[in-house]
Antibody, heavy 120, light 106 residues
Framework: QVQLVQSGAEVKKPGASVKVSCKAS????????ISWVRQAPGQGLEWMGW????????NYAQKLQGRVTMTTDTSTSTAYMELRSLRSDDTAVYYC?????????????WGQGTLVTVSS | EIVMTQSPATLSVSPGERATLSCRAS??????LAWYQQKPGQAPRLLIY???TRATGIPARFSGSGSGTEFTLTISSLQSEDFAVYYC????????FGQGTKVEIK
């Protein structure tokens, strides 16, 4: 069965960077994309961007351009999301999710989420 | 950015009753709309895509309708496990979500 397993919670200071991993199993990793979505405490969902696991092409939310990098390691079927210059309003649960169709930006399977807390 | 507005913010329903959730887009998104269910402490779960196509394993009591700017998610007979927050998401342009509708026990 399709599974996305994310790395554990992180606590970071303002200005630091965080890198969250998402290990996929149960499907052919390179046939799908991976998106990243975040949810601030008690808030709604925000689409951060996505990466094609086939060719590494990325598309990032304009507000995060320059601070976020999404990558994949096809040898381990793992996707990564790095966010730099962290601020307090980056505190959120970060989810990876599979994009089921090339070009589609809706997600059919989700990771369990990774809480990133930014605090001095 | 396309703004998605969901109503009501909270819906109080008794088990076995029908629930109707609305989602409105600030401009047409055609049928490029998905619905997700989220329970506390859990990741979202895909229910509907293409405005009306149920995702794999989703019970038939969940149905979606609409196109353009007006969409509806209907839960025909609420079960205990359906009490949760529901989000709509458009993917016609850069993906955006509604703010959610909480379905609570009446």
């Amino acid at each position: 069965q399709v599974q996305l397993v994310q790395s554990g919670a992180e606590v970071k200071k303002p200005g630091a960077s965080v890198k969250v991993s998402c290990k996929a199993s149960g499907y052919t990793f390179t046939s799908y994309g991976i998106s990243w979505v975040r949810q601030a405490p008690g808030q709604g969902l925000e689409w951060m961007g996505w990466i094609s696991a086939y060719n590494g092409n990325t598309n990032y939310a304009q507000k995060l351009q320059g601070r976020v990098t999404m990558t994949t390691d096809t040898s381990t079927s793992t996707a990564y999301m790095e966010l730099r210059s962290l601020r307090s309003d980056d505190t959120a649960v970060y989810y990876c999710a599979r994009l089921p169709i090339v070009g589609a930006t809706w997600a059919d399977y989700w990771g369990q989420g990774t809480l990133v807390t930014v605090s001095s | 950015e396309i703004v998605m507005t969901q109503s009501p913010a909270t819906l109080s329903v008794s088990p076995g009753e029908r629930a109707t959730l609305s989602c409105r887009a600030s401009q047409s998104v055609s049928s490029n709309l998905a619905w997700y269910q989220q329970k506390p402490g859990q990741a979202p779960r895909l229910l509907i895509y293409g405005a009306s196509t149920r995702a794999t394993g989703i019970p038939a009591r969940f149905s979606g309708s609409g196109s353009g700017t007006e969409f509806t998610l209907t839960i025909s007979s609420l079960q205990s496990e359906d009490f949760a927050v529901y989000y709509c998401q458009q993917y016609n342009n850069w993906p955006t979500f509604g703010q959610g509708t909480k379905v609570e026990i009446k």
